[in-house]
């Protein structure tokens, strides 16, 4: 498969899934959280509790796994996103509002459990107690078992916005 073709499989895995699974270890003790994320800009945000574990083992480190897969049946089916990186809390107040509108839309269910009186992202974080955290890639892995079975490929994210 041509190198074009599998980086078009990855961004469309990673446009077209939800749930991002993030790993942490602290102390000899390791962690696992999925998190609602939304790729923008070369990174993956999320909205998280700042006392989660996730957070407080992975913040500044790393040390911090994350992976993305689609749902499988077989394991021809399988492929996937794997990736070490770092963990950090986004505080400019334009790119929160930019990711908050753009995270509304590719999960409108959200909006669900906004009350009314929650109009704005201040509002919203406020409300939910959370801030919003973004994974910053330092490498990634494509993983896609259709190329043949254990296929895993290093790709770079830079070269995403070319191929859209």
Known sequence: MEDKTLMRRAIELINNSYTMTLAVSNKRKAWATPVYYL???????????????????????????????QDSHSWQEIRGIQMAGK??????????????????????????????????????????????YCFIPIIIYYLDNEVYFGFRKEINLNEFSSLK
């Open 39 to 69: 790729y923008h800009k070369g990174n993956f945000f999320f909205f998280s509790s700042p006392k989660s574990r996730h957070i407080v083992d992975g913040m500044g480190c790393y040390e911090v796994g994350a992976s993305i897969y």
């Open 87 to 132: 963990i950090e809390m986004i505080k400019n107040p334009l790119l929160i509002n930019e990711v908050f509108k753009k995270y509304l839309k590719k999960f409108p269910t959200t909006k669900e459990l906004i009350p009314l009186s929650v109009k704005d992202i201040t509002a919203f974080l406020k409300n939910f107690r959370v801030k919003l």
